[in-house]
């Protein structure tokens, strides 16, 4: 980490919100954050955590996926997350935020084909991985579950940047996910995976049983997440390394870790 | 910049067992020098290498309803001790127990380890405890740890006679009172947040006064409960605290630390307003 980087990581920034679009249940805020550092380094899978003033009653800070950072000579540096619609964000008003936060996804250094699978609101590094994958030259197919259209996420964005977009109904997921690997005009080398940590282990079993290199987002944050800042132990999750059950922190050694890591025997 | 107590030699901020499991994630925010780091709850016989998942049962104004972090073995109290000796960091160490016994063995077992010597304190939960019990678990721990380690006692605000369980902890051998405000809900149940601060402030009163009447021999006083920005870090300090403890509060904000730490510099006018209370970004100190 360089010096200007750790410097503002440790005081946060205050990012003004530049504007507000709407995406189902969802909406994608865009910020302006004061200079590059320390967001030109970041990646899909890193999170955001915005303090709260427990004066004001919250005494829990907010956890985001951070969904996107562009950089431009023109705008500056502006951030992307996606959060629910029900918190009415308005443009103009300022947040302090922390990050990026954690270990992110690292895109392929080849342009090989990849498998995305997320589920629900959970997807969100997904739809800047997309993004990623697309500009490395990297076929990127989609495969989204979720129990209400509403919470597919950002779908126009998605569709502009991926090779192909498939939804599913959660029941259905392991087998469209099992089609998907199975199938020659996908043929993806890696998998990378968003979503509540029971559907991160069926697709990592999947993938790994077929020899994908598959890499996850372990962190479900409509789940138990208390700081999103690796104090608390909240997100604590039991991962088998080496062999042997261990319990890994999302918030502060990922959240992207190994699908293997998620899997009981992973397949040699 | 020096962090320590003028008076007591105390740091000035601690850090909540069970609220801040592990004080390395803090590491990525600034520069902990001056703060010891906490290891645990460490109970004999416990074997989790960390507390596992914070269980939060709900929310409300101003607080927290939780699940008390479940203890760790001495072996992840050795881990953290060896990570926090390669930085030149130091670590108070929170112990839990059935008995006296019970917590006599863990220091036994630090004492043998080869970084024993990074303890730098060792705080002992005592929330649960009588006057009685807290004596016989004091003088234990007391004759467990090394000469001039210094001890300090977890006592519940909430729970009966304060000043007898205080004057118990110092007649045991504790040179400092943690002054809890953690509200209890049910077995291993606790409210905790910045609705706590009042409960803290009478705690704290309640101690300073019964000193200045000689109903105990006095020690210095931690504050630990409501303390969520520099301002009631401050008021606490006005009823009698020497340093205050941060816990759920930096699950708010873990840069409220430094916010803190800096508004309790020794020479620091008590009642000045701090400019970093809350909210505005400070610039770090140098790591
Ligand atoms: S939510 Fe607190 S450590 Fe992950």
Do not use: K
């Not at chain 1, 705008?75 to 008003?93: D, F, I, M, S, Y």
């Not at chain 1, 950002?154 to 089609?179: F, G, K, Q």
């Not at chain 2, 504790?174 to 601060?197: C, D, E, I, N």
């Amino acid at each position: 980490m360089n010096a200007e980087r750790g410097a503002l990581l440790r005081t946060g920034v205050e990012a003004v919100v530049t504007a507000v679009r709407p995406a189902g249940a969802f909406d994608v805020v865009s910020l302006q954050v004061p200079g590059p550092s320390p967001w030109a380094g970041a990646r899909p899978g890193q999170l955001v955590v915005v303090p709260v003033d427990p004066r004001c009653g919250s005494v829990l800070a907010q956890v985001h996926w951070l969904a996107g950072v562009h950089d431009d000579p023109v705008h500056g540096t502006g951030v992307v997350l996606l959060l629910p619609a029900t918190r009415e964000t308005q443009a103009g008003e300022v947040l302090r935020v922390l990050g990026p936060l954690g270990r992110g996804f690292a895109p392929p250094a080849q342009p090989v084909p990849a498998l995305l699978v997320g589920h629900e609101g959970g997807a969100v590094p997904l739809r800047w991985l997309v993004e990623v994958l697309r500009e490395r030259g990297c076929p990127a197919h989609v495969l989204l579950s979720a129990s209400d259209p509403e919470l597919h996420l950002d779908l126009v964005h998605l569709r502009r940047h991926a090779r192909s977009v498939v939804l599913t109904l959660p029941e259905d997921l392991p087998a469209a996910l099992e089609r998907a690997l199975g199938d020659p005009g996908v043929d993806p080398a890696v998998v990378y995976a968003a979503a509540p940590i029971p559907v991160l282990r069926t697709v990592a079993a999947a993938a790994l049983r077929r020899g994908r290199v598959v890499r996850v987002a372990a962190l479900d944050l409509a789940g138990p997440v208390v700081c999103g800042t690796g104090l608390c132990g909240a997100c604590d999750l039991e991962v088998t390394l080496d062999r042997s059950t261990t319990v890994v922190r999302p918030c502060l050694e990922g959240p992207v870790v190994p699908g293997e890591w998620l899997v009981e025997a992973p397949p040699r | 910049m020096t962090t320590t107590s003028d008076r007591q030699g105390l740091p000035r901020v601690w850090l909540g067992p069970g609220a801040v499991s592990d004080p390395r994630a803090l590491a990525r925010f600034g520069d902990l020098a001056g703060v010891p780091l906490v290891a645990g709850p460490v109970a004999a016989g416990a074997r989790r290498r960390r507390t596992g998942r914070t269980v939060v049962h709900g929310l409300g104004v101003g607080g927290v309803d939780h699940q008390d972090a479940r203890a760790v073995g001495v072996g992840a109290a050795e881990e953290l001790l060896g990570w926090a000796t390669a930085r030149g960091l130091s670590v108070c160490v929170a112990l839990r127990g059935e008995s006296p016994e019970d917590l006599a063995s863990v220091l036994d077992r630090l004492r043998r380890s080869s970084v024993g010597s990074a303890v730098a304190a060792v705080e002992v939960d005592l929330r649960t405890a009588d006057d009685q019990q807290v004596l016989r678990s004091m003088a234990r721990v007391r004759e467990a740890a090394p000469r001039g380690q210094l001890l300090l006692a977890r006592l519940s605000i909430v729970a009966p006679d304060l000043v007898a369980r205080a004057r118990a902890a110092v007649a045991g051998g504790a040179g400092a009172v943690v002054v809890s405000a953690q509200v209890p809900l049910g077995p291993g149940r606790w409210w905790s947040g910045p609705s706590t601060a009042a409960l803290c402030l009478s705690g704290l009163r309640e101690l300073r006064a019964a000193a200045a009447e000689q109903r105990w021999p006095g020690a210095p006083l931690v504050a630990a409960g409501g303390v969520h920005d520099a301002a009631s870090a401050l008021a606490a300090v006005d009823a009698g605290a020497c340093a205050v403890q941060l816990g759920t509060a930096l699950w708010a904000d873990p840069l409220l630390l430094w916010a803190v730490r800096s508004a309790l510099e020794p020479g620091r006018p008590a009642h000045a307003p701090h400019p970093h209370t809350r909210g505005g970004p400070r610039p770090p100190e140098s790591t």
